[in-house]
């Protein structure tokens, strides 16, 4: 399995912006889908962005459209997740996934995840 590192959370006020990363070792990341997800405090994780194994196709949550940007570099095996006019609402610990088939914004179908990495956007 993919092993997989978040980070780049930080504490930002609203308004501002934030670049996560999630690096990957073990295996190739081109091979696999990949997904951001998020868990605020007393909340269901829930999906964020997801991108394809070539980068040609990304999904958004309808909250985080026009203002989030995933992307992907399989040359670096890393993920990204550009996050702008970010919101109090938007504070969570955010994920990393993979997965070794298409993309799906069911978190159940994701293998490998990161530790997350934690963002808090104060008003």
């Known amino acids: 399995q993919v092993q997989l590192v978040e980070s780049g959370g930080g504490l930002v006020q609203a308004g501002g912006s934030l670049r996560l990363s999630c690096a990957a070792s073990g295996r190739a990341l081109s091979t696999y889908a990949m997904a951001w997800f998020r868990q605020a405090p007393g909340k269901e994780r829930e999906f964020v962005a997801g991108?394809?194994?070539?980068?040609?196709?990304?999904r958004y949550a309808d909250s985080m459209k026009g203002r989030f940007t995933i992307s992907r570099d399989n040359t670096k095996n890393t993920v990204s997740l550009q996050m702008n006019s970010l919101k109090p609402e938007d504070t969570a610990v955010y994920y990393c996934?993979?997965?070794?088939?298409?993309?799906?914004?069911?978190?159940?179908?994701?293998?490998?995840w990161g530790q997350g990495t934690q963002v808090t956007v104060s008003s």
């Open positions: 996934a993979a997965r070794n088939l298409g993309l799906t914004m069911n978190q159940r179908e994701f293998g490998s």
């Open positions: 991108i394809t194994t070539t980068g040609s196709t990304t």
